[in-house]
T-cell receptor, first 111, second 112 residues
Framework: NAGVTQNPKFQVLKTGQSMTLQCAQD?????MYWYRQDPGMGLRLIYY???????DKGEVPNGYNVSRLNKREFSLRLESAAPSQTSVYFC??????????FGPGTRLTVT | SQKIEQNSEALNIQEGKTATLTCNYT??????LQWYRQDPGRGPVFLLL?????KEKRKERLKVTFDTTLKQSLFHITASQPADSATYLC???????????FGKGTMLLVSP
């Protein structure tokens, strides 16, 4: 049982480049989430998916898109990266018990 | 707007003492509150969930209280150990029942 996995672990992009952050969970959870964590700002919700086939905006969705590919996978795409998107990105999933299970994070630097 | 406040200053305590962390919130009437632990370079890990009709919840050396009148939760670690050193985050439901808003966390440092 791997829990929540994220790829890549580290990434450096130039401004304007695009990339997709991958997330997968093997716990059969319905809900999945993408957060970013910045010093002094805490964890902020970017997008979430309450169930397969649905996605909704969170607190800071601008500049991002998501895809809930199937029940296991929830990807986050940066179409045109900006330095303000330099952050640590966490994917999480949850079931009906409400607790969230987090992945190890992706450390993204945009230069 | 909804706001969660946790002490931004690190809490330094000696091994064996009880650590008490505070989470205050405003403009919320949460059905529950959660606490997470985060170690450097890692994702948060769930510790405890307490519901609005529960005053106190315990798990091993951890105790959480939830005062909906004061709009405050206290998180206690008894007989603290250096391995308890981490950042502790509180989280409340955000609008939709399954989404959470996190506080910025309080760092706990337990010295031997």
């Amino acid at each position: 049982n791997a829990g929540v996995t994220q790829n890549p672990k580290f990434q450096v992009l130039k401004t304007g480049q695009s990339m997709t952050l991958q997330c997968a969970q093997d716990m059969n959870h319905n809900s999945m989430y993408w957060y970013r964590q910045d010093p002094g700002m805490g964890l902020r919700l970017i997008y979430y998916s309450a169930s397969e086939g649905t996605t909704d905006k969170g607190e800071v969705p601008n500049g991002y898109n998501v895809s809930r590919l199937n029940k296991r996978e929830f990807s986050l795409r940066l179409e045109s990266a900006a330095p303000s998107q330099t952050s640590v990105y966490f994917c999480a999933s949850s079931a009906a018990d409400l607790q969230q299970y987090f992945g190890p994070g992706t450390r993204l630097t945009v230069t | 707007s909804q706001k969660i406040e946790q002490n931004s200053e690190a809490l330094n305590i000696q091994e064996g003492k009880t650590a008490t962390l505070t989470c205050n919130y405003t403009n919320y009437s949460p059905a529950y509150l959660q606490w997470y632990r985060q170690d450097p370079g890692r994702g948060p890990v769930f510790l405890l969930l307490i519901r609005e009709n529960e005053k106190e919840k315990r798990k091993e050396r951890l105790k959480v209280t939830f005062d909906t009148t004061l709009k405050q939760s206290l998180f206690h670690i008894t007989a603290s150990q250096p391995a308890d050193s981490a950042t502790y985050l509180c989280a409340l439901p955000r609008g939709g029942y399954s989404t959470l808003t996190f506080g910025k966390g309080t760092m706990l440092l337990v010295s031997p």
